[in-house]
């Protein structure tokens, strides 16, 4: 049963690309990064959904949503949840430290007193997407943060 889910999969994300091309992008990332959460929680758990195991450590408890900005756009990610356990998905972790990456250097254009404005501007350009005022803020307080920790 398994097999057929992860192969519906992968062809609802080539589908998605012949039909779409590279504009389908996100939502086939979106799909891969999905499928890719959901197999490290089985193998974290150390059994599949529904399935009696000497070595389950846990049990699956849902999914919780979450929309990420990426390179490639809007992410609309299901989080998979564990109960008894504590799991965070590293796939998603890793893709996290990038986009971390693209915030710091937002706010180093900020700090060497480049507008918010001209920021929100350059990263819709560059990226695709686009960033508020507010959102430059934040990553400007998040550089003072690890700043002051570093003093």
Avoid at 28 to 51: K, T, V
Avoid at 79 to 98: A, C, M, V
Wanted: aromatic letters at 6%; glycine letters at 8%.
């Amino acid at each position: 049963m398994t097999c057929d889910i992860q192969n519906r999969s992968i062809g609802d994300v080539l589908e998605l690309l012949i039909e779409q091309g590279l504009d389908g992008t996100a939502e086939a990332i979106s799909i891969l990064l999905n499928e890719a959460m959901r197999l490290e929680r089985e193998r974290h758990l150390g059994a599949g959904p529904w399935e009696r195991s000497e070595e389950r450590q846990g049990y699956a408890n849902g999914y919780k949503k979450k929309s990420l900005q990426s390179r490639f756009g809007k992410l609309d990610l299901s989080i998979p949840q564990t109960r008894d356990t504590d799991f965070y998905p590293s796939s998603l972790e890793r893709g996290l430290r990038s986009e971390k990456a693209l915030k710091l250097a937002l706010a180093e254009m900020y700090v060497q007193g480049v507008s918010t404005r001209k920021v929100a501007r350059v990263t819709e350009e560059l990226c695709g997407f686009e960033i508020s005022s507010t959102q430059v803020s934040r990553a400007a307080h998040e550089l003072d943060v690890h700043l002051q920790q570093w003093r």
